[in-house]
């Protein structure tokens, strides 16, 4: 059974600092993971998608990397402002692009 | 581009009661997706829709809900009768198409569920 784990479930940081969060997953034979964010009481905004034959991806100020056989990928957050505050999730899909499983999320909270 | 579309945006009914929501994808998209997000988790994936053919349905509690993607276009996912614990945000996401790798998801704003 596929499981997404994320690590930490809560972060606070300075306004300015770059910042990892950590998603594991079980599942070797992913096909693809994805980066989102979520404000409170709205739905998922996609950040990056990363395709398993691929190593990371980036937008902007955001980084994300995947590593499949260690079973983990890394979201960076370069100059975290406070509009970075959010919940961020990641999910993974199997090798025929379905059974999406989520982590339950890391809130950040970046202070001013 | 439009996103995804869903209604209503809040509602609140008692036990036992039925409910439908509605969920319209961007214009394309052949994937379909409703998840279940509980207060403090991740999204569950419900029900995963190909056009109008269901491709995975298996954590959809089948007793008390249904979905319907008819027209292979927008869906409306249906509880009934509703318990205490499906109190939560149902999401709609949908994507281009998962077989051909176009499996980055779009997610709509949800639909907050309050059983009482």
Do not use: H, M, W
């Given at each position: 059974k596929q499981e997404v784990t994320q690590i930490p479930a809560a972060l606070s940081v300075p306004e300015g600092e770059n910042l990892v969060l950590n998603c594991s997953f079980t599942d070797s034979a992913i096909y693809n993971l994805q980066w989102f964010r979520q404000d409170p009481g709205k739905g998922l905004t996609s950040l990056l998608l990363i395709q398993s034959s691929q190593r990371e991806q980036?937008?902007?100020?955001?980084?994300?990397?995947?590593?499949?056989?260690?079973?983990?990928?890394?979201?960076?957050?370069?100059?975290?402002?406070?509009?970075?505050?959010?919940?961020?999730?990641?999910?993974?899909?199997?090798?025929?692009?379905?059974?999406?499983?989520?982590?339950?999320?890391t809130r950040l909270s970046v202070l001013p | 581009e439009a996103g995804v579309a869903q209604s209503p945006r809040y509602k609140i009914i008692e036990k036992r009661q039925s409910v439908a929501f509605w969920c319209n994808p961007i214009s394309g998209h052949a994937t379909l997706y409703w998840y279940q997000q509980i207060l403090g988790q991740g999204p569950k994936l419900l029900i995963q829709f190909q056009n109008n053919g269901v491709v995975d349905d298996s954590q959809l509690p089948k007793d008390r809900f249904s979905a319907e993607r008819l027209k292979g276009v927008d869906s409306t996912l249906k509880i009934q009768p509703a318990k205490l614990e499906d109190s939560a945000v149902y999401l709609c996401a949908s994507s281009l198409d998962r077989v051909a790798g176009g499996s980055e998801q779009y997610f709509g704003p949800g639909t907050r569920l309050t059983v009482t």
């Open positions: 980036t937008s902007g100020r955001l980084n994300a990397s995947l590593d499949k056989s260690s079973g983990r990928s890394t979201l960076y957050i370069a100059a975290s402002q406070p509009g970075d505050s959010a919940t961020y999730l990641c999910a993974e899909s199997d090798n025929y692009g379905q059974n999406f499983v989520f982590g339950p999320g | -």
